[in-house]
């Protein structure tokens, strides 16, 4: 149950008693809620963040011109060819939908364990989980060739008596994946009302206000809003932990279903799970670097975040790890021909340099995570983050191509090189991602302002009293 006023949830939390502060020390309630509103109502543009949007503007210009043209001509635009029918398409969505798992598991599965560090980020990272899906379900609606019949894909009545093949794991993708979608946004936007309501007591301009107004859908802060929000959170957050699981291990049933040499595992559901938190996370990384430095949030993304995040970069990582060791073990122990002629192709074959660089920067250089020094040092961090995007992109690539181009018969091979309209797509989907994550910095708050009023310390009944009587002027969304 959330405090019923500002001076109640200011007395109700205690100190951290961890070496690094969840939020910096001499925050009162009233300074956090402006420090993050004044990002959302500002009048003017801040230089950076145009600069920002508008590059990933031409980004989102590289989409729509792919698109057009995909549409215009077919998917003969793209590299693949008889053999490798699954190409740029399936790999980037895949790196996408492992992108989008971060988001759910800082804001659902550490929200359950009570892990109070999740608090400055998670609000950023569910928006982020919602843009990676955003860009990933386009992929396999392109990919099919004629996106304006994807609706034979769901189960509904039709004049031709054509049903879905229920057997087909690409059609559990698409309820994985709606279900997955649906479940994050309504429990990203669940989150936001609360503050949605503080930027309508905050808001100078009418037009503003009556935004934020209809958006936070009547919000006054009363015992019996905080009582049924806290347990449609509860709700929304038991639903969406098991889709972390649920999600990637569906997709990764598309290859581990199949009869093909290196999809053909038991070993893909946890390995792709696994993946798919290790790139989440690198990818929030990516984002909550830059954002603490240019928006001044030092103090609310502290030394004690990177840490933690570090460290689940690093455990997964020693996952995915295991998984690249025991894909060589399994086509070793099992002899089967196919198998062993998979893994050699993969390690000596055409496309050795796309393996030995995944190992590389998903497996050896993240063991720097292991030094304290590099996991509390920004530059450090990001550097690493970038990698292992790159790397868990190259792991994709190897996956799906690899397998493809040497397929049982050596008459039926054929080598797969992706054309200009393929890598303007993928840049253009990586467009939208940062051109939608902008407007969400500028328009929405992107750190949880409630949240973070509840990791203030404690304080003695004077000093309650004035922080509770500084922000009086916040509005009554509070009590």
Not at 285 to 295: C, D, E, G, Q, Y
Not at 342 to 348: A, G
Not at 412 to 429: C, E, F, Q, S
């Amino acid at each position: 149950m959330q405090p019923t006023n500002d001076a109640a949830l200011q007395t109700s939390t205690a100190q951290p008693t961890h070496d690094l502060p969840v939020i910096a020390p001499g925050h009162t309630l009233a300074s956090i809620t402006d420090k993050i509103t004044s990002i959302v109502l500002r009048r003017d543009t801040p230089l950076a963040w145009a600069a920002g949007l508008a590059l990933a503007s031409t980004g989102l210009f590289f989409l729509v011109i792919s698109i057009a043209w995909l549409l215009a001509k077919g998917t003969g635009v793209w590299g693949i060819n008889n053999e490798v029918g699954w190409g740029f398409a399936i790999i980037n969505f895949v790196w996408w939908i492992g992108i989008g798992h971060a988001g759910t598991l800082i804001s659902a599965i550490l929200l359950l364990l009570n892990q109070q560090w999740r608090t400055s980020i998670n609000r950023a990272a569910e928006a982020m989980t919602l843009f990676a899906v955003a860009c990933a379900g386009m992929f396999p609606l392109l990919h099919v060739g004629r996106p304006w019949l994807a609706f034979w894909l769901f189960p509904i009545p039709n004049t031709m008596g054509v049903w879905p093949q229920f057997r087909s794991p690409l059609l559990w993708d698409v309820f994985a994946v709606s279900t997955y979608a649906t479940v994050s946004a309504l429990f990203w936007f669940t989150g936001l009302i609360p503050d949605l309501a503080t930027l309508r007591d905050q808001a100078k301009n009418i037009w503003a206000k009556r935004i934020f107004g209809m958006l936070s859908l009547g919000w006054r802060g009363a015992a019996m809003h905080w009582e049924r929000y806290e347990i449609a959170y509860l709700i929304l957050a038991g639903l969406s932990t098991p889709l972390v699981v649920s999600v990637h291990t569906v997709v990764s049933f598309d290859f581990a279903v199949s009869i093909v040499p290196g999809w053909h595992a038991t070993i893909l559901p946890p390995y792709f799970v696994a993946g798919a938190i290790y790139s989440g996370f690198a990818m929030v990384l990516t984002l909550m670097i830059p954002l603490r430095s240019a928006f001044g949030f030092k103090d609310f993304i502290t030394d004690r975040h990177l840490n933690n995040m570090a460290k689940v970069m690093l455990a997964t990582g020693l996952i995915v790890a295991y998984g690249y060791v025991m894909e060589a073990f399994f086509a070793w122990y099992s002899a089967a021909p196919y198998e062993l002629a998979m893994i050699h192709n993969r390690m000596f074959g055409a496309a050795w340099k796309s393996y030995w660089a995944l190992i590389l920067f998903n497996v050896a250089i993240p063991q720097l995570l292991w030094f304290r020094g590099v996991r509390l040092n920004p530059m450090w961090l990001f550097m690493i983050s970038i990698v292992v995007n790159i790397g868990m992109w190259l792991e994709r690539y190897v996956i799906v191509v690899t397998s493809l181009e040497r397929d049982f018969m050596p008459s039926a091979w054929a080598d797969y090189y992706p054309t200009k309209w393929d890598v303007m797509l993928y840049i253009g989907t990586i467009g939208f991602f940062f051109f939608a994550f902008f407007l969400f910095i500028r328009f929405l708050p992107s750190i949880a302002i409630f949240e973070m009023k509840s990791l203030v310390p404690r304080r003695d009944a004077g000093g309650a009293k004035g922080s509770a009587a500084s922000s009086t002027k916040e509005g009554t969304h509070h009590s």
